[in-house]
């Protein structure tokens, strides 16, 4: 079959608007979680991991947050009250190990995943015993954090492994 230049090209734009309007459905129903409180205060230095924690987590259905270092973490976790808070535990001036610590020692109950790219032998126990509720190495499968996210914000007793 022969198709004349305008016919092809507006059957290819038919098919990749058709494959996107699918792909965007699919991952709005596959990874929308839905709460009361949808802010998601995302800490790390690193621009490029903040901006893609900042999609995924936009992915998840929530409002995401940013802050670069542990003081400005501290604040906006003061202002916002976010649902759930996504630390780097290398972080200039005050470290997420540190401001894990100053939220339990405020009696802050804020679920608190450490997503780092620190390896998990040497940190992850410090990072778990200064109040995170979990673990998660970079680079992550968003799949797991989903799980992680899904797991504190809904069955707050829940446990889950980390992610080497």
């Given at each position: 079959?022969?198709?004349s230049?305008c016919?092809?090209?507006?059957?290819?734009?038919?098919?990749?608007?058709?494959f996107?309007?699918?792909?965007?459905?699919?991952?709005?129903?596959?990874?929308?979680?839905?709460?009361?409180?949808?802010?998601?205060?995302?800490?790390?230095n690193?621009?490029?991991n903040?901006?893609?924690t900042?999609?995924?987590?936009q992915?998840?259905?929530?409002t995401?947050?940013?802050?670069?270092?542990?003081?400005?973490?501290?604040?906006?976790?003061?202002?916002?009250q976010?649902?759930?808070?996504?630390?780097?535990?290398?972080?200039?001036?005050?470290?997420?190990?540190?401001?894990a610590k100053?939220?339990?020692?405020?009696?802050?109950?804020?679920?608190?995943?450490a997503?780092?790219?620190?390896?998990?032998?040497?940190?992850?126990?410090q990072a778990?015993?200064?109040?995170?509720?979990?673990?998660?190495?970079?680079?992550?499968?968003?799949?797991?954090?989903?799980?992680?996210?899904?797991?504190?914000?809904?069955?707050p007793?829940?446990?889950?492994?980390?992610?080497?």
């Amino acid at each position: 079959m022969i198709y004349s230049t305008c016919t092809k090209k507006r059957h290819q734009n038919s098919i990749t608007k058709l494959f996107s309007t699918n792909i965007t459905n699919y991952l709005k129903k596959r990874l929308s979680v839905s709460c009361e409180n949808h802010v998601v205060l995302i800490v790390d230095n690193d621009a490029d991991n903040l901006l893609l924690t900042k999609h995924i987590v936009q992915l998840l259905g929530f409002t995401p947050i940013t802050a670069k270092d542990g003081e400005s973490a501290l604040e906006m976790i003061e202002q916002y009250q976010p649902a759930l808070v996504l630390l780097e535990v290398m972080l200039p001036e005050i470290d997420g190990i540190n401001v894990a610590k100053h939220l339990r020692e405020n009696k802050n109950l804020v679920p608190v995943i450490a997503l780092t790219s620190l390896p998990s032998d040497m940190f992850r126990d410090q990072a778990l015993m200064a109040g995170c509720n979990g673990y998660i190495e970079k680079p992550f499968q968003i799949e797991y954090l989903e799980t992680a996210i899904k797991q504190l914000l809904f069955l707050p007793s829940a446990t889950f492994s980390y992610q080497k």
